[in-house]
């Protein structure tokens, strides 16, 4: 896991939004990204993008908590 790339698509937040991309972050390629970086260990991936959603629902609390969780999650 890991491997040691860093990727320009982070979030920025507290918009959520992607800064290598402006899309809504987590991004298409940051998805493809951390599947990638978490092969084999799907559990330590939903629980990273958990703590990730948290921080979300902290920062846009008018948000659903129905969009964040697919945004985040599914």
Do not use: N
């Amino acid at each position: 896991m890991g491997g040691g790339v860093v990727s320009v698509h982070q979030p920025v937040r507290p918009q959520w939004i992607c800064a290598g991309c402006g899309a809504a972050w987590p991004c298409r390629t940051r998805k493809r990204q951390l599947v990638a970086e978490f092969t084999g260990a799907r559990v330590s991936l939903m629980l990273h993008l958990s703590a990730y959603l948290v921080q979300a629902c902290e920062d846009l609390p008018h948000t659903p908590s129905g969009v964040l969780h697919a945004r985040f999650l599914a």
